[in-house]
């Protein structure tokens, strides 16, 4: 006999669970069980990257979620499956709903009448702790009969009563009482096991876990116990013994997941509607904006009537036809004339924009369309590091604006795409090296001193793990190898727990800059979690909202650009005073002699990529007098002894010491690009 776990929280649940997706896949796959369910507490966040782990492995993967449910007043748990697309999509958005429209206390609540009209495609599991759990253990369990029989006939076919032993109060009790009306009532039983962990070795872990997320400490005799060592994920046998007397209950998890089947699309991007004019196609008409974009460019960059504009003019143009043939043939003309329109808006609304940056900026299209003001030829920047049909991902620019503005140009895109079609995307924050040391610390009891000992002797290198700090800090390693020590126990207690718990899902938060524009609304793609203020947050991180075909734009706020404008309204207010021209910034000199004194003389804090103490260091050895000489500077400035040797040979050629030998005689020097990307070419 086969068995199917139809109730499994993983790490995403965030409060409750050690499970790592990928590693209940491969135990199922150990234990020959043919599907699992993943069903997170109130969200479908994991959805994705359990699916892509199930691929290949001869696991069915199952999604689900366990709601909280209001029922009048009173709010229950029911587990909820989707059998097919239509009842995938009706989940999304009723767990989509329940962060909109629903939360209670940080809770999603999903109003019962939610579920009924969008019933369709789903199955629903009703345990101990749903309405009709508590309506069988109160005081009158009559009123269970008529209750679930509503049930039944909203969800016909679809309805199971979830039987459980897992060794928790009222268990035993729900059985028998669940079994009695299922037979009452003409209703299917279904085991679970409620899943928390892996192996029964991992309930402490667990506990320790619960007990961060709930503020507890492990010793406090108050602090709930709403779990058991049981709740671990049992082999088929395991749960053919624990519900021997009950065998239906055991083959009817293997019928539900027979008849739940969901596929996902990935891979395929979906862009949204960009509209152009009527009789003309988005590729005729994003050739004809570029070019009369790029005609724009030349009349300010060249005279016509100099002897050598016809070889400029064929240079950017044969440089644009290029690029627009790779834009198109990769399907991209709808992605740079979405990003044309807003940049446009945040320039015609007084929101500062950034010149550009990234690969993007080695685009004549981007510059034609007005996305960036860097002109790639002058500097020489390839357009291949940005796209290139040999290696075929969606284009990214990096747009920043005003950290004022910002939101206003992603106001801007909500109105203009609808607002059902727009969000930000969720980032997930994890249990980090030095917090969980403190965190495990202070749940287990442990000395405050000890805990900040330890956490204070791992490095501060962003990322780091705990094995990766313990190899890197002597001091770190002895006070967990060395039994002479007075902290040894303690600290290695501490130690062994934070390892288990590194890295686990502890919280959620929002993308830096990434924002979605989804053709449609977006619960055709990913369920939505939405914020304290409000604002609409993609359920699936930036991989995996690519992965179902959503496209991220960049809507990075900058800091420097809104000082900058604030000292554009202060210049300009003067010089209205006294009678003068408004600073336009754009045509500002790059060959200001006062600026490069300025820069000669190291003065650049909070000039940005200018402003470390070794870069003002270099910046007075080299003495920069030219533009050039700023890009080469930031371009070699890396750590590392060849690019060390770059930089002073660069030094010694500005300043005629040519005979300096190039540290590796086999590559030879090239024009460094904007970004420092070429720098010697073999």
Known sequence: MSFVHLRLHSEFSLIDSLVRVGDAVKACQKAHMPAVALTDLGNLYGLVKFYKAAQG????????????????????????????????????????????????????????????????????????????????????????????????????????????????????????????????????????????????????????????????????????????????LKTPEQMAELFSDIPEAIENTVEIAKRCSVGLRLGKSFLPNYP???????????????????????????????????????????????????????????????VMDFIAWAKNNGVPVGPGRGSGAGSLVAYALKITDLDPIRYDLLFERFLNPERVSMPDFDVDFCMEGRDRVIEYVANHYGREAVSQIITFGTMAAKAVVRDVARVQSKPYFLADRISKLIPKTPGITLEEARKEEAQLNDLLSNPSERDYEDANEIWGMALTLEGLTRGVGKHA???????????????????????????????????VGLVKFDFLGLRTLTIIDWALVDINAKRKALGQEPLNIDKIPLDDKKTYQMLQEGKTTAVFQLESRGMKELLKKLKPSTFEDIIALVALYRPGPLESGMVDDFINRKHGRADVAYPHPDLEPVLVNTYGVILYQE
Request: net charge negative; aromatic share 10%; hydrophobic share 40%.
């Open 57 to 232: 492995k001869g696991i069915k993967p199952i999604f689900g979620a366990d709601l909280w449910l209001a029922e009048g007043s009173d709010v229950y748990l029911v587990t909820v499956l989707a059998m097919n697309e239509k009842g995938y999509f009706n989940l999304i958005n009723v767990i989509s709903k329940s962060f909109i429209e629903g939360q209670q206390l940080g809770k999603p609540i999903v109003q019962r009448v939610w579920l009924d009209d969008a019933n369709e495609g789903l199955i629903v599991l009703l345990g101990k702790h749903s309405q009709i759990g508590a309506l069988l253990l109160g005081a009158d369990s009559s009123l269970a009969i008529p209750a679930l029989n509503q049930w039944l006939a909203r969800f016909p076919d679809r309805l199971y009563l979830e039987l459980q032993r897992t060794s928790r109060a009222g268990d035993e009790a729900f059985v028998h009482a669940a079994v009695d009306l299922a037979t009452q009532c003409d209703c299917p039983v279904v085991a679970t096991n409620d899943v928390r962990f892996l192996s029964p070795d991992d309930f402490e872990a667990h506990e320790v876990r619960v007990c961060i997320s709930q503020s507890y400490v492990l010793g406090d005799p108050k602090r709930p116990r709403d779990y058991s060592p049981e709740q671990y």
């Open 276 to 338: 152009i004019p009527e009789g003309m196609t988005i590729d005729e008409f994003f050739v004809k904006v570029s070019r009369d974009g790029l005609e724009e460019r030349l009349d300010q960059l060249f005279d016509r009537n100099s002897a050598d504009f016809g070889d400029i003019y064929k240079q950017y143009h044969d440089r644009l036809d290029f690029e627009l043939k790779i834009i198109n043939q990769m399907g991209f003309p709808g992605y740079f004339l979405i």
């Open 513 to 547: 800059g990434g924002v979605l524009i989804a053709p449609g609304k977006l619960t055709d793609f990913t369920a939505v979690y939405c914020d304290e203020d409000g604002k609409w947050v993609s359920q699936l991180d930036k991989d995996d909202v690519e992965s």
